[in-house]
């Protein structure tokens, strides 16, 4: 018994923690509850019911399934639910036209066919990349509206009626949970991108500082096994290697947002990709860098000593870059000082390389890491002050 | 007018090589359709129709949204949402006898409350990893089908009737989804996360001898912008870097497969992850030795040719192992010949560090990276090995 109850206790502490460490997560959740208990208010209500009838469960459906943690997730879905079932609508009427015009042992050929034919097809086109990002839950609301037509307007006649009175809940439903969604504590999936990448900067600049000076502590210790106390800080850049996926999505789902903030509703969301990418980039260095630190294969101590300074000062002045980059996009403001940064980072660069050639060859194993990283620092700053510009 | 026909031969040339780079698309298309094409006879065949009623139309979408490319995505979104719709339907069922029980006005307050605690609730549930990867369709499912059944039951007399149509509508759909997903040219999700990670392996080792060849045979041809020349199957460690969220997703669905071929029930899938894992820190470590190769840094020619031999020796046996590994991935066998392979690349990595200590130092930049490189191929080795044991 006493397992169990601390089984839920540590499940307690787990969900306490995610609500804590991003509390729009919890208002998310209440705003949900919001926009379906106003959504049952068409069911309680008898002149609204009268006037939408049994369609009014479409209405529920749309909040449910619409309803995203960002605007944009809602705008997309919501966006592609109203315009798959208009067209699925109006393509399935147009085709049971044509069935009853061509007679009776003719109408069934014609819809099965078209049922499989236009099912497929859809389907297929969820497979070009370009539809997949923009339009796969459209896709699949067409497939479904133009099914649920098709074969039921075989039996029920006033289908037309019918086809309004469920467009018109979808409407309905779509314009409740957009309202609550943008109105309470609205979260853009822009503002979310914008943040990451910010975010990630700020983990790259201090991931490579920690790295660093834990390097270089380690060595005054002595000790080669600190491997355990690599911080938190260090490991940072872990999170930007596998950033990927969340980037992607949520810039596509920035796409579909109108002007906020400071975002307007061409704002180059492409543009973020592009910078995501060369910071992977910078990430995977700063990854094989890590790996050189903890490698056993050490340069001698005097090496070390010798180089200390002046990798520490490329060290600090290539997170100085990337800082001064993160503050700039918190500000979307084009950075002033970077020029001068870059300049200083260069020549430190160029310090490092003379010093390097004075030296034995063992320590080099180590140093000469850092000059890809300077390289993927200096395109990162290429491609920001494009974003900036 | 031309612009536009070309636009179109473009798009269709782009649809044709989706469709050849992978037949089983198109046959998941048609087995959409028709499985589409069999729910409807439900409509239109009498008996049927009139045993199922109006709640034929939850077979349709069932098997709409259910279908999935493989059977794993399949049977997770069809158990999830049985299970949902069933537990939803019962609590649903319990809070509306509460509400009637309870009298005229409290019912309101009864269901409204209801309404919006289950529904925040369930929505916060998705926000727990472990949910999210396992119940995620689920829990929408639950909120979808509650809201339906607790609202709408306000109204409907004979709600348990209906309860039970809609439930065997879903099972009905799920069935024939199922069916044809499973007879017609499956497509198992294990299979295909296995397939990925040994492809993965293949690429890896691909890449890493190629481009060390390439570095090689540039410096004989004296030039150092061949950087264009650099072949498709050097740029394949890229997939590996990108292969990170497929993986997850795969193994996500491949727990809900039942055996299939040589996978068996509980085979471990998470361990794929691992070995996954393995080989993104194995492509980072490419990642680095590319740039180094593009780095403008270059060792004078002498270095060059002195290590060629080494270094090539240290790539081609690296491969060989990733190769093998790849292989007994392939036949599901334990490797056999693997200790002798990696006993092999240690013995040359030892080499190759004994030269680099016999050496002036500038031509350690490029020679050590591939340290670490060996370092998570012997990581990788290890991994593997446990999945095979």
Avoid at 108 to 119: D, E, Q, T
Avoid at 154 to 175: D, S
Avoid at 204 to 222: F, N, P, R
Wanted: hydrophobic share 45%; charged share 20%; aromatic share 8%.
């Amino acid at each position: 018994a006493s397992a169990l109850v601390s089984k839920v206790l540590d499940f307690a502490s787990k969900v306490r923690k995610i609500a804590a460490d991003d509390p729009r997560k919890v208002v998310h959740c209440l705003k949900v509850g919001l926009a379906l208990a106003l959504v049952s208010v068409f069911y309680y209500t008898r002149p609204l019911y009268d006037g939408v009838g049994g369609a009014a469960m479409w209405a529920v459906m749309t909040v449910v399934v619409v309803f995203e943690f960002t605007v944009g997730g809602s705008l997309y879905k919501g966006l592609n639910r109203a315009t798959a079932t208009l067209s699925a609508g109006s393509v399935a009427f147009g085709i049971h036209w044509l069935a009853i015009k061509s007679g009776r042992t003719a109408d069934h050929i014609i819809l099965g066919a078209s049922v499989f034919l236009l099912s497929s097809a859809a389907t297929f086109s969820k497979f070009i990349p370009a539809v997949k990002a923009r339009f796969d839950y459209g896709v699949t609301i067409f497939i479904l509206t133009f099914n649920l037509v098709a074969v039921s307007s075989y039996r029920v006649e006033k289908l037309l009626a019918l086809a309004q009175w469920r467009f018109c809940t979808i409407t309905i439903g779509f314009c409740i949970c957009l309202t609550v969604c943008v109105v309470i504590r609205p979260v853009w999936a822009g503002e979310e991108l914008h943040r990451l990448v910010m975010r990630n900067m700020e983990k790259l600049a201090d991931s490579l500082e920690e790295s660093v000076a834990e390097y270089l502590e380690e060595e005054e210790e002595g000790g080669v096994d600190c491997n355990q106390k690599l911080g938190q800080k260090s490991q940072g850049y872990r999170c930007v290697l596998n950033s990927k996926s969340s980037e992607d999505s949520l810039a596509n789902l920035a796409r579909w947002e109108p002007s906020h903030g400071c975002f307007s509703f061409k704002h180059p969301w492409r543009r973020y990709l592009e910078v995501g990418a060369a910071m992977r980039q910078c990430a995977y260095c700063i990854e094989s860098l890590d790996s050189c630190i903890n490698s056993e294969n050490q340069p001698p101590d005097s090496v070390k000593k010798h180089l200390a300074k002046v990798y520490a000062k490329v060290a600090t002045e290539s997170s100085k870059v990337l800082k001064e980059l993160a503050s700039s996009f918190r500000s979307m403001r084009k950075p002033s000082s970077i020029d001068y940064l870059v300049e200083d980072m260069k020549n430190t660069a160029d310090e490092l390389q003379n010093a390097l050639g004075s030296l034995p060859q063992e320590a080099t194993s180590l140093i000469i890491e850092t000059l890809p990283l300077i390289t993927a620092a200096s395109l990162l700053i290429e491609v920001s002050a494009r974003v900036e510009g």
